[in-house]
């Protein structure tokens, strides 16, 4: 399979800066966007929705044009995906089992 | 008012808890009261408590200005306890009490606990644009603990979160800005975290059960991509 690979890196940094860019709005108002589009949770353990956002987005430009830039991306957004799925089971198995939490107010 | 907006912030917490399976015993209104929390403590055995309401240097109080805890003469329950007063002035004198008399680690302001609101939010406080800098460090912080982390990631957060609302406050044309400023600057110098700062008051035996596992996965896949 021939592939350009500069067109593949302008993917993969492509799809490395969208992931960023969600990342950094998160982060400046995460009270704000938890459990908002696009930072809907279904599940503790898989990323949030942003992150498949990222992925779907680098899938869908596997077309013939894009194909090279589309592989650049699934190239960041896989791994990136399949990384924060460990941290975030990391994360959930450290607050299990769960604890006991009284809120007086 | 004061507390309806630590009701609603503490609302946050709640759900924030509830997302990681924790159980949560909510006093809330009514509920808030000294019998119902001496006995959550006796039976319920929590792990960590938030709690929301006045105080001043000696006192904690409950619904209706009932005294919940008095320094010096019934704060020896909060012994091996774990709890954030989000109140006034309690890190004072009645912080210190608890954790002289055995308390593991309790947080609270030394001074009273300030903020802004736009009226025109009462009705939606968490909407409320002016107060989302002092709920946003209140709920993030709180949310470090409930994710696992130490009273030290928690005061860290604190900290963090009240200078980010600084940062976004400081030029903002918006007539309330410096007092915003001021409150979240008085906020964030006044908070004390007392006792074990190291410990995690949630969980963590599966953590270090697990935690060779995310390491030693990435050492392999760095040595197939080699």
């Known amino acids: 399979m021939d592939v350009n690979v500069k067109v593949a890196a302008v993917g993969a940094v492509s799809a490395a800066l969208a992931d960023a860019a969600l990342e950094v709005n998160f982060e400046n108002n995460p009270t704000y966007w938890r459990d908002r589009f696009p930072y809907l949770e279904p599940s503790l353990v898989l990323p949030p929705l942003d992150d498949w956002l990222v992925a779907g987005l680098s899938l869908f430009t596997l077309f013939d044009r894009t194909r090279d830039f589309g592989l650049g991306a699934l190239l960041y957004s896989g791994p990136m995906l399949a990384g924060r799925t460990v941290v975030r089971a990391a994360r959930v198995a450290r607050v299990t089992p769960a604890a006991r939490v009284v809120v007086q107010r | ?226």
């Open chain 2, 1 to 226: 008012m004061a507390t309806e907006y630590g009701h609603a912030w503490l609302g946050e917490i709640i759900r924030i808890a509830e997302r990681f399976g924790h159980t949560v015993l909510d006093l809330s209104r009514d509920a808030a009261t000294q019998e119902r929390l001496f006995t959550a403590l006796a039976e319920f055995q929590p792990d960590i408590m938030f709690l929301c309401s006045h105080g001043n240097e000696s006192q904690f109080s409950g619904q209706n200005g009932e005294v919940v805890f008095t320094a010096c003469h019934n704060d020896e329950v909060m012994a091996g306890n774990q709890a954030y007063y989000l109140s006034c002035l309690m890190g004072e004198a009645l912080v210190p009490s608890m954790v002289s008399k055995g308390a593991v680690t309790v947080a609270g302001y030394v001074t009273e606990f300030v903020w802004v609101i736009d009226p025109a939010y009462v009705d939606d406080k968490l909407a409320d644009p002016r107060a989302y800098p002092f709920m946003r460090a209140i709920v993030e912080s709180s949310g470090r603990l409930l994710e696992g982390g130490s009273w030290q990631h928690f005061y860290d957060t604190w900290v963090a979160m009240c200078n980010m609302g600084v940062r976004e406050w400081f030029e903002r044309d918006d007539p309330t800005a410096p007092s915003i400023v001021a409150a979240l600057e008085q906020d964030r110098d006044s908070l004390v975290v007392l006792g074990e700062t190291s410990i995690r008051p949630v969980q963590e035996a599966l953590a270090r059960a697990m935690s060779p596992l995310p390491p030693a996965l990435g050492v392999t896949l760095l040595a197939l991509f080699l």
